[in-house]
C-alpha cells in the first residue's frame, strides 16, 4: 500500500499529496466514479485505462478539463477549475 502511494506521488511530479487527496475525494464526491471505475469501463474509460494512456503525464491536463467544461467527448461540467484540475490529475495518477 505504501509502494502503491509513493508511486503515484511520483506520478505527480510536482502536486502535493494534499492535492492528489483532494483530487481522489473529488472523483469521488463529483460522481466521477459512477463512469469510471478504478479496473474496469463503465460508460466511461476506467482509471487504469486512463492512467495507460496518458502515461501518468499531467501535462494535458489544461486541455482535458477545457473539454470536459465544453462537453466535448464527454458530459459538460459545470465545476471550478482547480476542482476539475485536481480530479483529472488524480484520475491521470490513479493506480
Do not use: N, W
Not at 492528489?20 to 482509471?47: F, I, N, Y
Not at 464527454?74 to 484540475?85: G, Q, S, V, W
Amino acid at each position: 500500500m505504501k509502494a502503491a502511494a509513493f508511486a503515484l506521488l511520483v506520478a505527480l511530479a510536482g502536486s502535493s499529496s494534499a492535492a492528489l487527496g483532494q483530487g481522489m475525494e473529488l472523483l469521488r464526491s463529483k460522481g466521477c466514479v459512477g463512469c469510471h471505475d478504478a479496473e474496469r469501463t463503465k460508460v466511461g474509460p476506467s482509471l487504469k485505462d486512463i492512467r495507460a494512456k496518458y502515461g501518468g503525464d499531467t501535462s494535458r491536463t489544461p486541455q482535458i478539463v477545457a473539454r470536459m467544461k465544453d462537453g466535448k467527448g464527454h458530459p459538460k461540467i459545470a465545476a471550478p477549475d482547480a476542482e476539475l484540475t485536481a480530479a483529472v490529475q488524480a484520475a491521470i495518477a490513479a493506480k
